[in-house]
């Protein structure tokens, strides 16, 4: 499975960008895409994700209110709406899939895209 993950970019503090991510294969109903982040110097920490099925739609804290995460089924993608863009935002973003927790466990990670928020 691959993932290919764009969208990425340079915006101001306020602004927005969408990252899309594709999966290689059809995702089944069982399955789960998100999103992680890493910035520089930091840990990598977990965004958003949502199940393929059910839709239901999971948050860090720290994005609640501001991502929004959706799907499209028939294109096997996942989108990441990123509004209200603060620099604590720039990261490089990873999109993943998997099975399990929709907030630990991932199985597949896609190469990651560039988000750089300035003041």
């Known amino acids: 499975v691959q993932l290919q993950a764009s969208g990425g970019g340079e915006v101001q503090t306020g602004g927005s960008l969408r990252l899309s991510c594709a999966a290689s294969?059809?995702?089944?109903?069982?399955?789960?895409m998100g999103w992680f982040r890493q910035a520089p110097g930091k840990e990598r920490e977990f965004v958003s994700s949502?199940?393929?099925?059910?839709?239901?739609?999971y948050y860090a804290d720290s994005v609640k209110g501001r991502f929004t995460i959706s799907r499209d089924s028939a294109e096997n993608t996942v989108f990441l709406q990123m509004n209200s863009l603060k620099p604590e935002d720039t990261a490089v973003y990873y999109c993943?899939?998997?099975?399990?927790?929709?907030?630990?466990?991932?199985?597949?990670w896609g190469q990651g895209t560039q988000v750089t928020v300035s003041s």
């Open positions: 993943v899939w998997g099975y399990k927790n929709p907030y630990t466990e991932f199985d597949y």
């Open positions: 294969r059809r995702i089944y109903s069982s399955g789960i």
């Open positions: 949502i199940r393929w099925g059910t839709r239901r739609t």
